[in-house]
């Protein structure tokens, strides 16, 4: 029934910022990031609960990124910063249930937003 849509990808250089946003059709209790790059699996990147605010974070993104919420307008932003080539993939949200950092949790999907990132 919900439906996501991501944005906010873009090309930006070695330690560029970018925020992707990812918006809901209807409100949701649990949203993930995930990436996925071309030849390598889907893997989470972070995860918020949309009523406790509770976030967890891939160690690998952890202190680069923040993920938040805006309930009153059913949309969970990624900011990321101080972006590095290994950041390049395919983003996208999902819906979790249970709220838990794996894909196969993930029971809706965005269409993704791509992020490249120059060295």
């Known amino acids: 029934q919900v439906q996501l849509v991501e944005s906010g990808g873009d090309s930006v250089q070695a330690g560029g910022s970018l925020r992707l946003s990812c918006t809901s059709s209807?409100?949701?209790?649990?949203i993930g990031w995930f990436r996925q790059a071309p030849g390598k699996e889907r893997e989470g990147v972070a995860l918020i609960g949309l009523l406790s605010g509770t976030t967890l974070y891939h160690p690998s993104v952890k202190g680069r990124f923040t993920i938040a919420r805006d309930n009153a307008k059913n949309a969970v932003y990624l900011q990321m910063n101080n972006l590095n080539p290994d950041d390049t993939a395919k983003y996208y949200c999902a819906q979790l249930s249970p709220c838990l950092l794996l894909a196969k949790h993930a029971d809706i999907w965005g269409q993704g937003t791509q992020v490249t990132v120059s060295s």
């Open positions: 209807g409100s949701v209790d649990c």
